[in-house]
Antibody, heavy 118, light 112 residues
């Protein structure tokens, strides 16, 4: 069974860059059938798709976040990562990594809370 | 890219059926078959319960069903059970200039 685990700092200062990594086990990140995505949920709000990437390098980002987001994949470590620059308090959220097939988020990590605060 | 429109809340008694709507546009829900529904219990990871409008992943009870008409997708939960109380989110493949995924605002389902 595929498992995903998010990791990274739980606290980031305003204007800095948020960096998270998702480690995939029980399956290969080099699957041609899947994309690897990041989704977040701010406290008390709904789910928000951030973006996804195929291991070949194709990336897709939410238009309103595109200027601040970068997703990368490291097949050698079976990991993928999220970088979100110039963060503000509005970026405080639980961040989930997922396995995606045809815009369907099939498998989810447990999520990690990232707080933006000085 | 505004979120897909869902009612903020829905409710029903055990054994009853409840339908949750998800309204978008021809650029998302109305234009593609890639509409999904997720069940989210607070503190847990969201769980996929419907994909490609009306398909159920293995292990999801057939009490959950999905449909679509025009720009509106729907999730029906039949034979409500206490454990169905959760937040439900729809999502859809979307294309404006580029492709992306858009979520609904979520519906809190209460089992009375």
């Amino acid at each position: 069974q595929l498992q995903l685990q998010e990791s990274g700092p739980g606290l980031v200062k305003p204007s800095e860059t948020l960096s998270l990594t998702c480690t995939v086990s029980g399956g290969s990140i080099s699957s041609s059938d899947h994309h690897w995505a990041w989704i977040r949920q701010p406290p008390g709000k709904g789910l928000e798709w951030i973006g996804s990437m195929h291991y070949t390098g194709a990336t897709y980002y939410k238009p309103s976040l595109k200027s601040r987001v970068a997703i990368s994949v490291d097949p050698s470590k079976n990991q993928f990562s999220l970088r979100l620059s110039a963060v503000t308090a509005a970026d405080t959220a639980v961040y989930y990594c997922t396995r995606d097939r045809t815009s369907t988020n099939i498998d989810w990590g447990q999520g990690t809370l990232v707080t933006v605060s000085s | 890219q505004s979120a897909l429109t869902q009612p903020p809340s829905a409710s029903g008694s055990p054994g009853q059926s409840v339908t949750i709507s998800c309204t978008g546009t021809s650029s998302d829900v109305g234009g593609y078959k890639y509409v999904s529904w997720y069940q989210h219990h607070p503190g847990k990871a969201p769980k996929l319960i419907i994909y490609e409008v009306n398909k159920r992943p293995s292990g999801v009870p057939d009490r959950f069903s999905g449909s679509k008409s025009g720009n509106t997708a729907s999730l029906t939960v039949s034979g409500l059970q206490a454990e169905d109380e959760a937040d439900y989110y729809c999502s859809s493949h979307a294309v404006t200039i580029n492709a992306y995924v858009i979520f609904g605002g979520g519906t809190k389902l209460t089992v009375l």
